[in-house]
């Protein structure tokens, strides 16, 4: 299929020409995620370990008296998990996990604005000589000879519940 045949997922851009992004780093990669779905950034929180958790979302933090699952998707994209540093992050967002809206963290190496893309600098992943999943990633936008990268969180959530394995007394 040729490029230019190509096409961005419509329901990310939904008609607009620009999206409002907040901006953040891992492992030396730029992300974006649409800013309305951000709740609040935060400074590192004391995190609650779960037993037999999978590393993706293998801790939980206290945000505003709830409990939320804080996800690191470094661990989606195959990145090594890094120490954390001064600049470290979390990012609360609302995301629809299995039909149920629910608050979950996301652990940032550093978050660096809120910004306007442009709909016309973006394209879709490309299918060869990616190193991750291009299913992962919604699209990459191009800003100031550099790419934005932003996540497909659905894709990378769902992705993340199917290898759950079944409980062995499950049958």
């Keep these: 299929m040729s490029e230019a045949v190509r096409k961005i997922p419509n329901q990310l851009w939904e008609g607009r020409e620009e999206l409002e992004v907040l901006t953040f780093d891992i492992a030396g ?11 609040e950034i935060l400074d590192l929180l004391p995190e609650t370990p779960v037993p037999g958790a999978k590393p993706f979302v293998g801790s939980v933090i206290n945000f505003r008296g709830k409990v939320i699952p804080l ?28 039909g149920e ?37 919604e ?16 894709a990378i959530f769902s992705a993340q519940n199917e290898r759950t394995p079944a409980h062995p007394l499950q049958s």
């Design 29 to 39: 990669e730029m992300f974006a995620l649409e800013a309305v779905k951000v709740q």
């Design 71 to 98: 996800a690191d998707i470094r661990l989606a994209f195959g990145m090594e998990a890094t120490t954390t540093t001064i600049d470290s992050r979390i990012i609360v967002i609302e995301l629809d996990v299995e």
């Design 101 to 137: 809206r629910t608050l979950t963290g996301l652990r940032t190496d550093k978050v660096n604005e809120v910004t306007t893309l442009l709909r016309i600098a973006s394209e879709p992943p490309p299918s060869v000589g990616m190193r991750w999943r291009p299913d992962f990633i």
């Design 139 to 154: 699209c990459l936008v191009r800003r100031d000879g550099e790419f934005i990268i932003i996540p497909n969180l659905q």
